[in-house]
């Protein structure tokens, strides 16, 4: 692309609303990842007794065992949807620019 065609493609609106959506959901699934993260070290901090204390006696797993289990799998599922948007949304718009500008 020169640098004239790479302007145009930068100040198209398309590009403006495809970027945006996606700084949008990546910001948010950011902030939810970190802050469950944050959660968890924080309990590790500062309730050590909860988070060490069994689910029922005579268990072997703690609650921050469980915690820990829960947030691996939030992490999974938030990266499963975000591909399976991503694919199915910003694959659409990416095609539509793409075709519009004469690069498919």
Known sequence: M???ESERFL???GFIHYSKI?????FWL?????SSYSVYVGAMAFAPIWMSSPLWDGS???TGILL???LLFS???CSGLYV???NRVLDKLKQELLKEFGHE
């Open 30 to 34: 950011t902030i939810l990842l970190l």
């Open 11 to 13: 100040n198209h609106a």
């Open 2 to 4: 020169s640098n004239i």
């Open 84 to 86: 399976l948007w991503a």
């Open 75 to 77: 992490g999974i599922i």
């Open 22 to 26: 996606k700084n949008r959901v990546n």
């Open 68 to 70: 820990a289990i829960i």
């Open 60 to 62: 072997t797993i703690t």
